[in-house]
């Protein structure tokens, strides 16, 4: 299973994400509220230059997603803001599962955590419905 396959299997098991009716995509988010979907972003590797000059990779590195909802939105500020909760439940399940050591499988490494950004935030937003966001940062040691 691939880096971001097995990071989509592990938030499978958050419970917003689990008790939603939804489509849980990659790179790919349904139209109507209630799917996720867990975006790839371009990443830089990250090098050093030893004594003789030469380029090596960085014993730690970091791989960015995007975890990303459609969400029922409007005038109303309630839902809104129910949205933001769900985003919140999200944070604290994987802020829990960083301190229990409780990581997905990383092909290549060993992953050390998964830092989420501390506000979601909508984009995209429609008459009805609108694109939530956070960012994760997937944080790992090159094996």
Do not use: H
Not at 19 to 31: R, V
Not at 50 to 69: F, H, P, W
Not at 103 to 116: C, K, M, Q, R
Request: with cysteine; proline share 6%; hydrophobic share 40%.
């Amino acid at each position: 299973m691939d880096n971001t396959a097995s990071v989509r299997a592990w938030l499978l098991a958050c419970p917003p994400i689990a008790e939603s009716e939804g489509l849980f995509g990659s790179d790919y988010l349904q139209d109507e509220p209630g799917g996720f979907t867990l975006d790839s972003v371009p990443s830089a590797l990250k090098y050093r230059e030893n004594i003789e000059g030469e380029y090596k990779l960085k014993s730690e590195q970091e791989q960015l997603y995007v975890l990303a909802a459609r969400m029922d939105y409007g005038p109303e500020a309630v839902a809104n803001l129910n949205n933001l909760d769900v985003f919140r439940r999200i944070f604290a399940w994987i802020i829990e599962r960083n301190n229990a050591r409780d990581l997905p499988a990383w092909e290549g490494g060993e992953l050390t955590a998964i830092v989420p950004s501390l506000t979601a935030y909508p984009i995209a937003m429609g008459s009805s419905a609108a694109r939530y966001q956070i960012q994760l940062k997937a944080l790992y040691k090159v094996g």
